[in-house]
């Protein structure tokens, strides 16, 4: 450091060592931060998620440990013209879907033109919801195992195993933009998909209820 004196005052003239700046690339990516990397029209179907603090590290060593994949259920509303679908997976373990730590759920409108809202439809987009955040996990964490999803709409169960992504009769379908997501190799995940009476109703489906 050196010091100078003037008629009009004193300078004092120092150097100093700037730190690096941070590498943001070094830190590992979230599971948060991975999903706001997808294309804004998939994170709208897919709604509101809740991930759990650890990136989903314990559901991951859950999934592992117990070889029963992963697990999950959607349902959906409509009620004065307006749809709502919601959605959750956790382990095999039906206990660890109400552990924050071990399940990822998430929820949002039914999006569409109005006059073609419908129950159907909002049930659609909470599988293909599902579908594309399960894809993100395992994804994420490299994971490779089965996905089964229960849903009480029998119509969208089978209408999702018939989907055909190449055929232009279909992409005629008032469903198609959920049809073709839900049928993309590259953004969602195969399903298992099992059709139950009522996740709300009856004795087996309370344990589904989302």
Aim: aromatic residues 6%; neutral net charge.
């Amino acid at each position: 450091m050196d010091v100078h004196c003037h008629d009009c005052g004193i300078s004092v003239i120092s150097g100093w060592n700037t730190p690096p700046l941070l590498d943001v690339s070094l830190h590992s990516p979230s599971l948060q931060q991975s999903f706001l990397s997808l294309p804004p029209a998939l994170r709208e179907t897919v709604g509101k998620v809740h991930f759990p603090p650890d990136n989903g590290m314990a559901l991951l060593s859950k999934i592992k440990n117990n070889s029963l994949g992963i697990f999950g259920a959607s349902d959906a509303s409509l009620k004065d013209d307006q749809a709502s679908h919601a959605w959750i997976f956790s382990s095999g373990d039906i206990d660890d879907i109400s552990d924050p730590l071990l399940h990822i759920r998430g929820s949002g409108p039914v999006h569409g033109y109005p006059p073609y809202l419908s129950s159907t439809r909002g049930e659609l987009q909470g599988i293909t919801a599902l579908a594309i955040v399960t894809k993100l996990f395992m994804d994420f964490h490299s994971l490779h195992t089965p996905v089964s999803v229960v849903c009480d709409n029998m119509g969208v169960v089978s209408k999702c195993s018939t989907i055909q992504r190449h055929s232009l009769r279909k992409q005629r379908d008032v469903n198609c933009d959920l049809n073709l997501s839900f049928r993309d190799p590259s953004v969602s995940q195969p399903l298992n998909l099992s059709w139950v009476r009522s996740q709300q109703t009856s004795n087996h489906g309370k344990q589904y209820r989302i």
